[in-house]
């Protein structure tokens, strides 16, 4: 094996240039050296939306696209949605390893005691529309939780830190079941911290006069399983943007209104909304073939397939279609489990599919279980919000502390106009101005 090095020559001037590699990659600064004349500034990588580009290091997630890989902390994601919790995962993301008994006794016990919220906050949601999107709702709502912990800024003093974590983690079930609440016109139903975190959620989702709520034990595994398979995915889109929004020092509250706006959009964790209106929209098994035949055209997308990273099968759809089974047990067969897997079954042996290596994502068959849950669909993003919390808050403290990162402040190459001068109205009347979008 030769020197861990690139050797570039720039045709223009002749000149080589050595490039020392480092983890499979160059440090992008390295070729600014590669000039024509002294003055520039030098060359830069162009890399719309990132294809091939690591903005970081990590030790959190791996992700193998080919082989359909997912680990957090090494741990493979089917052990861990087999034998942890939701909590518990959520520490090995954040802490690095899994908790002793002790820690996650105290884990447990700090998450559980910052679940209320302030009063206040139920203004806000009474504020809100009574048809409002409770993920929208969600991002609103976390984002003015900055305000009520002024303590939240201080991001560098880690007691601090854990103090807002638990805050977050405690919280986000809060947040999103007083959303639903509001939603459907109910009071809200206030935390029971003797319930496991999972069921704590479905507690304030679904109590109604009982005195204690007792959640069905299979349902309330689901859920835990479903928050550990959204709990992290590296350097996803909004994991990107709480990581870019932290980077400027801000708390981690607005933060993770950032990544949760972020996660609203359809083509990330709005996705598995997304492919519940899409299976509504085709109705039938009869209607399937039409359907692809519009996504082939270009008519649409097959929405909870494909994947930037996986080129194969998503790890956790493979669990979440296991998981499936168990749930309908309780809750009775989601109809349109059968349009799915027919969908599925018909796209896998589509060459449009096939060539462009789209298979069923995470989102392909989480709604169907979030239905089947009685889940009204424009709240499946906020469970893909409430697992993903304990990313974010990984990747944003493993970016705070890591002596690399400073502000995210990506260049750009600029194609718009030289120096020219003003001119006044009558000059512009004169001449028609071609608008520039
Ligand atoms: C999540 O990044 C993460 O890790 C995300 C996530 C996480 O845990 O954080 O895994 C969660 O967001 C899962 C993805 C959920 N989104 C969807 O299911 C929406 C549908 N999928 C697509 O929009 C798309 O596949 C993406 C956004 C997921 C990935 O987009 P890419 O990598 O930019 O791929 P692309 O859009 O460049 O597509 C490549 C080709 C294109 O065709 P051509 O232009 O080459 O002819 O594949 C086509 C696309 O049109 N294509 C699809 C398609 N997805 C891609 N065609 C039909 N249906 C689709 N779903």
Redesign the pocket.
Known sequence: MGKETLTITDNRTGKTYEIPIQNDTIKALDLRQIKVKPEEFGMMTYDP?FMNTASCKSKITFIDGDKGILRYRGYPIEQLAEKSTYVETAYLLIHGELPTKEQLDDWTFQINHHTIIHENIKKFMDGFHYDANPMGMLVGTVGALSTFYKDAKEIHDPENRKKQIYRLIGKMITLSAFAFRHSKGMPYAYPDNELSYPGNFLNMLWKMTESKFKPHPVLERALDVLFILHAD?EQ???TSAMRGVGSSHVDPFSAVAAAAAALYGP???G?NAEVLYMLDEIGSKENIPAFIKN?KEGKG?????????YKNFDPRAKIIKKLAEDVFAVTGRNPKLDIAMELERIALKDEYFIQ?K?YA???FYSGLIYQAMDFPIDMFPVLFAIGRTSGWIAQWQEMLTDPEQKIARPRQVYLGYESRDYQSLEERSKVAVKSAV
Do not use: I, P, Q, T
């Not at 997308?301 to 990273?309: A, C, P």
């Open positions: 939306a995915h996803n889109c909004s083509l990330h964790g996705a996504v997308k097959l929405m909870g397939f494909g994947h930037r990273v462009r789209l994502n995470v989102d």
